[in-house]
């Protein structure tokens, strides 16, 4: 029952996210607004995270790239969108996503490292 | 006419059954090919989707009777994104000292993909709108989608870029860790999340449960960053 329990929580998360999304018009999608809502809901519980929960969530997590795949499929299907511009795409899409990876990677561990200097 | 044995009120139709196996099977594959090479680039997710598109180009089977089975597992992608709440709260602590490092790193990140991407792409002689569904690539795909749609990008395009985007971090972040001697899980997993949205993630997140926070946090706050800047962006790129 506990790994039912557990889905239904998650289930029940997104679904609040949704709800959110089409009531309120937000600009993120109801699974990440149930991310949110999960967060906010397991922080202000005075209670210890249910071990069930965090197994489940675990399980699920670690085959995350699996449930990519048919989506990613869907690229395939797609490829004849980029063959109009497929060179500038692909040369900025490479580029521009390892800068992102560089920059957001790099200014992380030089902040923290200086605040831990500072804190030292 | 006599219909043997199927029932379809009882059993998944063969044709759906096929396609969740298959989904599986190459993933798991993939898993044990890049276990054997020990190389990055020997993504499962890659491996499943080049060896599942050339089944499907091979058979001439549409996407969308691939995607009637596999379908069962992209809804899972809804209660898994959810599940990211876990290792965030786990977590909360160190995001909590990291706090004023990680926004300042995530808007970096953020403004850095969404820049560059649009400028290179038009740099290169992309059109406008092409180069418009470049700018929201890094988010996660419906947000990504719902972006492009709102700054007059082309949505579908834009889900493509997204998914690749994702696929390229998933195979490159150890590299470019390496090269830049980031050890740090917190900037691993915040630069897999904010350039490579859930693909990105799911690289990291069984590396360290660190870098599973702040693939979470990236995943989400870039994507609300970004949904909320990208109209203002646009509104500055569009005579160039």
Same mark, same amino acid.
């Given at each position: 029952?506990?790994?039912?329990?557990?889905?239904? /929580?998650?289930?029940?998360?997104? $679904?609040?996210?949704?709800l959110l999304h089409t009531l309120l018009h937000l600009p993120l999608p109801g699974p990440v607004l149930g991310m949110g809502l999960l967060t906010v809901w397991l922080l202000r519980s005075k209670q210890e995270l249910n071990p069930a929960l965090a197994r489940t969530a675990e399980g699920l997590l670690s085959i995350l &790239?699996?449930?990519?795949?048919?989506?990613?499929?869907?690229? #395939? *299907? !797609?490829?004849?969108?980029?063959? /109009?511009?497929?060179?500038?795409?692909? #040369?900025?899409?490479?580029?521009?996503?390892?800068?992102?990876?560089?920059?957001?990677?790099?200014?992380?561990?030089?902040?923290?490292?200086?605040?831990?200097?500072?804190? +030292? | 006419? /006599? !219909?043997?044995?199927?029932?379809?009120?009882?059993?998944?139709?063969?044709?759906? $059954?096929?396609?969740?196996?298959?989904?599986?099977?190459?993933?798991?594959?993939?898993?044990?090919?890049?276990?054997?090479?020990?190389?990055?680039?020997? !993504?499962?997710?890659?491996?499943?989707?080049?060896?599942? &598109?050339?089944?499907?180009?091979?058979?001439?089977?549409?996407? +969308?009777?691939?995607?009637?089975?596999?379908?069962?597992?992209?809804?899972?992608?809804?209660?898994?994104?959810?599940?990211?709440? %876990?290792?965030?709260?786990?977590?909360?602590?160190?995001?909590? @000292?990291?706090?004023?490092?990680?926004?300042?790193?995530?808007?970096?990140?953020?403004?850095?993909?969404?820049?560059? &991407?649009?400028?290179?792409? @038009?740099? =290169?002689?992309?059109?406008?709108? %092409? +180069?418009?569904?470049? =700018?929201?690539?890094? $988010?996660?795909?419906?947000? *990504?989608?719902?972006?492009?749609?709102?700054?007059?990008?082309?949505?579908?395009?834009?889900?493509?870029? +997204?998914?690749?985007?994702?696929?390229?971090?998933?195979?490159? %972040?150890?590299?470019?860790?390496?090269?830049? @001697? #980031?050890?740090?899980?917190?900037?691993?997993?915040?630069?897999?999340?904010?350039?490579?949205?859930?693909?990105?993630?799911?690289?990291?997140?069984?590396?360290?449960?660190?870098?599973?926070?702040?693939?979470? #946090?990236?995943?989400?706050? !870039?994507?609300?960053?970004?949904?909320? =800047?990208?109209?203002?962006?646009?509104?500055?790129?569009?005579?160039?």
């Amino acid at each position: 029952m506990a790994l039912l329990q557990s889905v239904a /929580t998650l289930l029940l998360f997104q $679904l609040f996210g949704e709800l959110l999304h089409t009531l309120l018009h937000l600009p993120l999608p109801g699974p990440v607004l149930g991310m949110g809502l999960l967060t906010v809901w397991l922080l202000r519980s005075k209670q210890e995270l249910n071990p069930a929960l965090a197994r489940t969530a675990e399980g699920l997590l670690s085959i995350l &790239g699996l449930l990519f795949v048919p989506a990613g499929v869907g690229i #395939v *299907a !797609n490829l004849a969108l980029i063959r /109009t511009a497929w060179l500038p795409l692909t #040369v900025s899409l490479v580029i521009s996503t390892l800068l992102t990876l560089v920059v957001t990677a790099a200014v992380l561990q030089g902040l923290l490292k200086r605040q831990q200097r500072v804190r +030292a | 006419m /006599t !219909n043997f044995g199927y029932h379809p009120a009882v059993f998944l139709p063969l044709a759906p $059954l096929l396609a969740l196996t298959l989904t599986l099977m190459a993933y798991l594959a993939g898993v044990e090919l890049q276990r054997r090479l020990k190389t990055p680039v020997a !993504n499962p997710v890659l491996f499943a989707v080049v060896v599942i &598109g050339i089944a499907l180009r091979l058979t001439h089977t549409s996407f +969308a009777a691939y995607f009637a089975g596999a379908q069962f597992l992209h809804f899972l992608l809804g209660p898994a994104t959810v599940a990211l709440a %876990i290792p965030l709260v786990q977590s909360i602590e160190v995001i909590r @000292r990291s706090l004023v490092p990680l926004l300042a790193a995530l808007i970096a990140g953020s403004l850095t993909s969404a820049l560059t &991407g649009y400028g290179l792409a @038009r740099a =290169l002689g992309a059109s406008q709108p %092409i +180069a418009l569904s470049m =700018l929201p690539k890094s $988010l996660t795909t419906p947000i *990504a989608i719902g972006v492009a749609e709102s700054i007059g990008g082309v949505p579908s395009l834009c889900a493509v870029l +997204a998914i690749a985007a994702g696929i390229l971090v998933a195979v490159s %972040i150890d590299a470019v860790a390496r090269s830049l @001697r #980031v050890t740090d899980w917190q900037a691993i997993g915040l630069a897999a999340g904010t350039a490579g949205s859930g693909i990105g993630a799911s690289r990291v997140i069984p590396q360290h449960p660190l870098a599973a926070a702040f693939a979470g #946090v990236a995943l989400g706050a !870039n994507g609300l960053l970004t949904a909320l =800047l990208a109209p203002l962006l646009a509104k500055l790129l569009k005579h160039w």
